[in-house]
């Protein structure tokens, strides 16, 4: 990236003057080195979504940030319905609220390390993973509508879950406002055998020993300890959210130009917020936000039974989920005054700090647990919102290392076996259906998940509380 283009502000916030039709700033969360590995058309996206009808305070980007679909992965923007706000399928991506979750299990790294391989096989037994993976649930087209509309809530009222989880779940597991009848029979049909599968690409199931800790006061709230080991899981809506996502693009692009709107890029196709497009568009990606919320928790109940088929003592207690794809209507004070705001975070975690009211009560008082993917090679974190991150970045942090190269051009550089050989050595058990998908999410495809979180870091946007290391990894 042209680094001079940007005003440094300090060694860890850039800024990008608004010119041509930018409407607010540029504002960009990294180090020069982060900076200068990242590809120019990320400040090229930063500055189209700028200048998008609506945007208010200014258009962000994470640490993480690379290039993606209209806006940048690892990109924040807000948009004021008031003010002629719109709502961007591309700001939320075609996996609607992929995300992450996190849970203790009660055992430890001496207690997993003699039982590895038979951990790594019933995982990979229990959980389906892959493109086009079936589960073993099939849903009616009345128990798709009803899991639509419920989330993880339904997940649990059908028994794939426990009533606890829903706590510690962002929406506390239901997002309000979905929509079943807004999202399209095709979609419907896509996901009807999809629930409880890990999907393709850079999703995975991880068992994770804790590594080190750096915070231990928030660590202790969080239920974590130095050798502890937890499980992680990163996927999303599967099918159902990738459908909406092309449907909604094709017909926001057509719409447009209706609205008055001038798209500096057609994968930035958006619809007012309060036009019939934008209204239809918020009911089904809602609903594809309880899709990927129930998913999570259904892979949750299925871990749960085969890790306590070999760890009987396990427990298996959900830190916290959160997503990083996604549109919400949250309030957030600006210039004085609250102000109810669409803040889309494509590639970016929810990261609130201490004191939000949007936060279950156990965790109020330290702040929301922000859970980092790092690479099946080195090491995932469990960070905190910082305090005062709401004016930074509307509550938002790092989502993931960012990846610094394609998969096309990780196939060129690895073997999908040479990485499961390589990383068995170092005692990391890799299981997946695809070679080719290992190749693609190589540990070398990424930026060092490292200098991504301290710079998040530095920026004032989420602290570290735990460095988290593989030990298994189920791979789409």
Not at 245 to 267: F, N, Q, V
Request: proline letters at 6%.
């Amino acid at each position: 990236m042209d680094i001079d283009r940007l005003h440094k502000v300090d060694d860890f916030q850039w800024v990008l003057e608004p010119e041509r039709a930018m409407r607010v700033p540029g504002v960009l969360y990294a180090d020069e080195a982060l900076l200068e590995g990242m590809d120019d058309r990320v400040l090229e996206q930063v500055a189209n979504v700028a200048a998008l009808p609506g945007i208010v305070k200014a258009s962000y980007a994470m640490p993480d940030a690379h290039w993606g679909y209209g806006f940048p992965i690892g990109g924040v923007a807000a948009f004021d319905p008031d003010a002629g706000g719109v709502v961007s399928a591309g700001g939320v991506g075609f996996d609607i609220s992929c995300g992450v979750r996190t849970l203790r299990t009660g055992v430890t790294e001496e207690d997993i390390r003699p039982h590895q391989k038979a951990l790594a096989d019933m995982l990979f037994h229990r959980i389906p993973a892959g493109l086009g993976s079936h589960g073993k649930i099939h849903l009616s087209p009345g128990q798709m509508d009803d899991m639509l509309a419920g989330g993880a809530r339904w997940a649990v009222q059908e028994g794939y879950g426990e009533p606890e989880d829903l706590e510690r779940i962002e929406e506390y597991g239901c997002m309000p406002g979905a929509d079943p009848g807004q999202v399209s029979a095709r979609a419907k049909e896509r996901q009807k055998d999809e629930m409880g599968t890990l999907g393709s690409g850079n999703h995975y199931l991880e068992v994770q020993k804790v590594a080190a800790v750096y915070d231990p006061d928030t660590a202790s709230a969080f239920g974590l300890r130095e050798g502890d080991v937890v499980m992680t899981i990163h996927c999303g809506s599967r099918g159902l959210g990738h459908q909406i996502g092309t449907e909604t693009l094709k017909s926001m692009a057509r719409s447009a130009p209706g609205h008055g709107i001038e798209l500096p890029d057609r994968e930035l196709a958006c619809a007012p917020l309060r036009s019939p497009e934008g209204q239809a568009y918020l009911g089904a990606m809602r609903a594809g936000i309880n899709c990927a919320l129930a998913n999570r928790e259904i892979i949750t109940h299925l871990a749960r039974q085969g890790f306590q088929d070999i760890f009987p003592e396990a427990t298996l207690e959900l830190l916290y989920d959160v997503s990083h794809n996604t549109c919400k209507e949250e309030e957030h004070r600006l210039d004085g005054e609250t102000r109810r705001l669409f803040v889309h975070r494509k590639g970016a975690t929810r990261a609130f700090g201490p004191g939000n009211p949007n936060l279950p009560r156990p965790l109020r008082p330290v702040g929301q647990p922000v859970l980092i993917g790092g690479t099946m090679g080195t090491a995932s974190y469990i960070l905190v919102g910082e305090e005062g991150n709401e004016t930074r970045s509307f509550g938002s942090s790092c989502h993931g290392a960012g990846r610094r190269m394609s998969r096309n051009q990780a196939k060129k550089q690895w073997r999908g076996d040479q990485v499961v050989r390589e990383l068995a050595h170092r005692g990391i058990l890799i299981r997946s259906p695809s070679m080719r998908g290992v190749a693609e999410e190589a540990p070398g495809a990424y930026k060092a998940v490292e200098e991504v979180v301290e710079a998040a870091e530095s920026a004032g946007l989420s602290r570290r509380v735990a460095r988290v290391e593989p030990l298994v990894t189920i791979k789409g």
